[in-house]
């Protein structure tokens, strides 16, 4: 059984991104738990387009973006 001490050591840190959308920076306590969802969105995005050929893709992932990438991934 794993405890607590053969976990390997490693540092936490925190970014601060202001919302730009109001004078205090400050976010709604209901974003919290939709902040990471866009990234994890785009990981997946980017693993799906990893065997086509697609080293980066732009937010949003809109449709056009996804076939544009794969046509440029293509193309090189």
């Not at 991104?17 to 866009?38: D, M, Q, R, S």
């Not at 990893?50 to 992932?61: E, H, I, N, R, W």
Request: hydrophobic letters at 40%.
């Amino acid at each position: 059984m794993p405890r607590a001490d053969d976990v390997p050591s490693f540092k936490v840190g925190t970014k601060v991104t202001p919302c730009t959308h109001n004078p205090l920076g400050v976010k709604g306590c209901g974003e919290a738990g939709a902040i990471g969802a866009p990234a994890a969105m785009m990981n997946a995005v980017h693993d799906a387009l990893a065997g086509a050929g697609v080293k980066y893709l732009d937010m949003p992932a809109s449709p056009h973006r996804v076939w544009s990438a794969i046509q440029a991934a293509k193309q090189s």
